[in-house]
């Protein structure tokens, strides 16, 4: 394997400056595992082999000239087919929108633009960011599902087609996909990185997360998207200034962490419970191990309603018109949806506040929460893409969540660690990770 496989995204993006690699060499060495491993994998919704090196050589010119260089300068980046794009395709997943783009770039096209990125193509994606599987597959067993939504912005980076990719969760849309394919899966607190341009399909709930092979370098990207946007009202000043420095330094002394075994550990195959009790032993001085509070029990009730409402409202013109081109899944969630009562939902987004601010007391004494990111290694079969009963809770409270590929289970698949933390702590939370992964490498 080649040895740009071996560096952190800075390092690359440094060698770039440096002039000791160029963009177009990077890219051809991404290429070259694209022509090997995609044809199994199916990452890609659209992909233009000439068109990413002709952006490539444009950037390797660039640097050349002497002009001002960004932050990920020549570095090849996917994003999920959800993502607004001029000048490729966007179809969301669905047969609806085959062959459409967007009339403008999403707001994070135009933040990793501006920081000197390229952007390698479109990533598969579930039918309009929900549960009709693509036909990605696990590259760690082609008939093992890659999870689900960010099917394919997980998968590329864990078949080393994509340094960095971008997808987004509703539900555990980054966290499980992260989980089942090994990856680090970064879903910030929301509101710090901006959806406009971007598919909606739950305003209260809908996140843009980061995948990637390290902690260091999902902030890296991170620091770049986040960022106040005016035309998407939940975003919010965060300043990252500092957020790569804090990842690297960590926390001060030995973080404290709180494990909650939710009423969902009964689900986790027997494989994957024993690594992760022996992870918890392992961390034995770190590690508190509690029952998950009761109002968890509501929040997955809570979640459900808002989600399904949102999406009857949101692709309520899809449905109207073109019905029989959604799958059962989606049909059936706006057929729910359409039957929620206002008051169900005022009373959803009402709990949404109460719930965190019982959720925040914990971190009066830890530094955070571990749970399982997925009950289990990636199931097989590829007509469902697995559960998110594990995730819901922290996309519904809008915290800070990463999914760390610490363990394996069954067959030697990857199984994630999720650890979550305090609302729009995020510079904290990710040095905590940062040292939670090293601490595992040593």
Known sequence: ???????????????????????????????????????????WAHFDK?????????????????????????????????????????????????GKSFSQNAEIVDLLLSAGAIVMGKTATSELAFLGPPKTTNPHDHTRTPGGSSSGSAASVASFMAPLSIGSQTGGSVIRPASYCGVVGYKPSYGLISRNGVLKTSDKLDHIGIFGRSVEDVALLAKVLIKKDNYDSATVHYSTENMLDETKKGPLFDPKFIFYKTDHWKIIDKKSKEAFEYFIKSFKKNIEVFDTPSYFKDIHKYHQIIHETDLANNFALYYKKYKKKLSKYMQDAIAKGNKHSAKDYAEAIDFMKRSYESYQEVFEDYHGVLSPSSPGVAPKGLKSTGTAEFNKVWSYLGTPCISLPLLQGEGNMPLGVQLIGAKYDDHRFLGVANWLEKECNK
Do not use: N, W
């Open 1 to 43: 394997m080649s040895d740009i496989f071996s560096l952190k995204v800075e390092e690359l993006a440094s060698k770039i400056k440096d002039a000791q690699l160029t963009s177009v060499e990077i890219c051809e060495t991404y290429l070259e595992r694209i022509k090997k491993f995609e044809k199994d994998v199916k990452a």
């Open 50 to 98: 000439k068109l990413l090196l002709e952006k490539a050589a444009e950037s390797d010119e660039h640097r050349r000239s002497g002009k001002p260089l960004g932050p990920l300068h020549g570095i090849p980046i996917a994003i999920k087919d959800i993502i607004g794009t001029v000048d490729m395709p966007t179809e969301c997943g669905t047969v609806i929108r085959k």
